[in-house]
């Protein structure tokens, strides 16, 4: 959520993998002890999260392992 008057910065994230069982992998680095969410959509307008983290050191490794059950998914990170 970004306040009026305010701009967002986009998370850099590293090149997806899509692994041969099926699995969704990409991470990304973020403020050090911020939440950050992974949200997932097969079709750009709902949304459902499915994990929160909070960073440390290093980056963050997200793995969706319900990737291959879907024939399109989309992704995104958003900082609450």
């Known amino acids: 959520m ?3 008057g ?3 910065t986009p998370f850099p994230l590293t ?16 403020v050090a ?3 950050y969410v992974f949200q ?3 079709n750009l307008s709902q949304w459902v999260s499915l994990r929160t983290n909070t960073t440390g050191v290093g980056p963050v490794l997200f793995e969706d392992s319900q990737a ?13």
């Open 68 to 80: 291959g059950q879907h024939p399109r998914r989309f992704y995104r990170v958003w900082q609450p």
């Open 40 to 42: 997932a959509s097969t």
């Open 15 to 30: 090149p997806s993998l899509k692994l041969q069982s099926g699995t969704f992998a990409v991470s990304f680095q973020g």
């Open 6 to 8: 305010q701009t967002s």
């Open 2 to 4: 970004v306040a009026a």
């Open 33 to 35: 002890g911020r939440n």
